[in-house]
């Protein structure tokens, strides 16, 4: 059994915590590997060598940082087939998703790359009588992120990119269930040339997480996972002074007003529920059907639901895989019975799927569930799984209504081809990311991402100009080089002459 470990100060380590998880392949549902769990020595150790590292990195030229980040971006595509082929043995996802994932994080180190123009300061030049003022921004230290089983690679790269160019140290906390990607990048950077404690890894459970919340070292940390996880790390980092964006979970609404067309739609809405088997932040799970869009719709994507191929990741003619735990499993399928109880109509039904070969595994099939109240547990809790809940609704303004009224506010989208509809929507809707005819609008590296209300904690989105901006902070510095002239010392405030 192989043991998933430590990368610090450029090299595999072991630690002295003897905890270890079970990491499983989630199409066999066997045991692969264990990972470690570390201690808060171990944290103590990966910081110690970030705080090190920051000396040399933070005074590192631009133009040596954004060589070292075009080494890194060309050795991560000539790699990208090894890290999705981790990502689909670990996480469980098909193979062309987890390509996905690691092209959407490369884009990411590209607008890190730009690191030189990004950090471009202002200048304003005889503010007063030979006085001269100019900004600019200076990494924070060394900085931490804490990330979810369900981008092994992408949510990791929404952060170090940014925050390595910017000339910062950075630990990551990667999650315990798909931890392997971490340490092939850890790798990667290696043979960029970064040099070594400039990027750490520290594999971990809830121990290793709030010794790096409480570290008095860790001047930011950057968090994606749950919604009560982020509260949490929210709370606790900035109580130890941390400048901190966490970001929750989600509960994603795609209206259908009654102009859509009912084949365009459900082929998106099948893709953007059941892609990936439902675990991404930004999955349709809730299909608000308006007046008589619904029974069309409906109709449609439950025919699409039942011709989705279930099958092991690294199957190249599978659609979707398992998800990522037995534990996970046991969940979706009890909330689909609940659903069931509670007065749902299971219209697919995803339960007790087989798949011939893998009998173990983590499965879920598809499943569509119609006439879901807002009241009922599948609507009200995050099910991070392949089931669409259809809410039927009278009015474009009911379903902004009905979207407002939730408690996140990560990602929505609206199917029509009335400008003026998706306009009403777009302006109305308490989200921070919005998709027109788009069910999954995430947003390219050069924006920044990051939902509303219980879906972010903290000011900041990641990556794009909000990354640059909170893994930095400003100098403003007056100067004035000439002593002749109109310069008196006055006992007055400081006013310009
Ligand atoms: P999670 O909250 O269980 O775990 C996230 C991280 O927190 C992991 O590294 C984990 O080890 C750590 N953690 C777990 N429990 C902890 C505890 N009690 N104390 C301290 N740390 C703890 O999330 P997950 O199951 O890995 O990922 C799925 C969740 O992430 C979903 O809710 C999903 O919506 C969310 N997510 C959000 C976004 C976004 O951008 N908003 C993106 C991806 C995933």
């Given at each position: 059994m192989s043991t998933i470990t430590h990368w610090i100060a450029g090299e595999a380590v072991v630690g002295e915590s003897e905890r270890r998880a079970p990491v499983f392949d989630p199409a066999t549902g066997q045991q692969q590997a264990e990972v470690l769990l570390a201690s808060a020595t171990d944290v103590e150790a990966a910081v110690a060598a970030a705080s090190q590292a920051f000396e040399s990195w933070s005074q590192t030229s631009l133009s040596r940082r954004s060589r070292i980040l075009f080494s890194f971006r060309e050795l991560l595509s000539q790699n990208a087939d090894e890290l999705a082929a981790l990502i689909t043995s670990e996480h469980g996802k098909v193979l062309s998703d987890a390509l996905g994932e690691v092209q959407r994080g490369q884009e990411v180190i590209e607008f890190a790359c730009g690191i030189p123009a990004l950090l471009k300061g202002e200048y304003s030049d005889q503010v007063s009588t030979s006085v001269d003022v100019f900004s600019y921004r200076e990494p924070l230290g060394v900085v931490a992120g804490i990330t979810p089983f369900n981008f092994p690679a992408m949510v990791p790269m929404w952060m170090f990119p940014v925050a390595i160019a910017c000339g910062n140290t950075f630990v990551l906390k990667p999650s315990e269930r798909d931890p392997s990607a971490s340490l092939l990048i850890a790798d990667l950077w290696k043979r960029a040339g970064l040099p070594d404690g400039v990027f750490n890894v520290v594999q971990g459970d809830k121990e290793a997480v709030d010794a790096i919340l409480d570290s008095p070292d860790i001047a930011a940390v950057s968090f994606v996972g749950s919604t009560p996880i982020a509260k949490y790390i929210h709370e606790r980092a900035s109580a130890s002074g941390k400048r901190v964006q966490a970001l929750g979970g989600a509960k994603n609404h795609a209206v259908v007003p009654s102009d859509a067309d009912p084949e365009f739609v459900s082929d998106h809405l099948a893709a953007a529920a059941f892609g990936s088997a439902g675990e991404?932040?930004?999955?349709?799970?809730a299909a608000v059907l308006v007046g008589d869009a619904g029974d069309r719709v409906l109709e449609a994507v439950s025919r699409k639901a039942r011709e989705v191929r279930v099958g092991a990741g690294s199957d190249t003619g599978s659609d979707m895989g398992p998800v990522v735990t037995k534990a996970a499993q046991q969940r979706i399928l009890g909330l689909v019975d609940r659903g069931e109880e509670q007065g749902a109509k299971v219209v697919v039904d995803g339960r007790g799927l087989g798949v011939d070969g893998y009998p173990e595994g983590f499965w879920v099939g598809p499943t569509v569930l119609d006439g879901?109240?807002?009241?009922m547990d599948v609507y009200r809790e995050e099910i991070f799984g392949p089931v669409l809940s259809v809410v039927r609704v009278e009015s474009l303004d009911e379903a902004i209504a009905l979207v407002n009224s939730n408690p996140y506010g990560n990602g929505t989208a609206i199917f029509t081809s009335n400008g003026a509809a998706a306009r009403r929507f777009q302006r109305g809707v308490h989200v921070g990311m919005i998709g027109v005819n788009v069910p999954v609008p995430v947003p390219m590296a050069y924006y920044s991402f990051g939902g509303w209300k219980a879906s972010l904690f903290g000011d900041k989105h990641v990556h794009g100009p909000e990354g640059v901006s909170f893994y930095t902070r400003a100098k403003v510095v007056t100067t004035r080089w000439e002593s002749t002239g109109t310069a008196q010392a006055s006992f007055a405030f400081p006013t310009s002459t």
């Open positions: 991404r932040c930004m999955a349709i799970s879901v109240t807002t009241e």
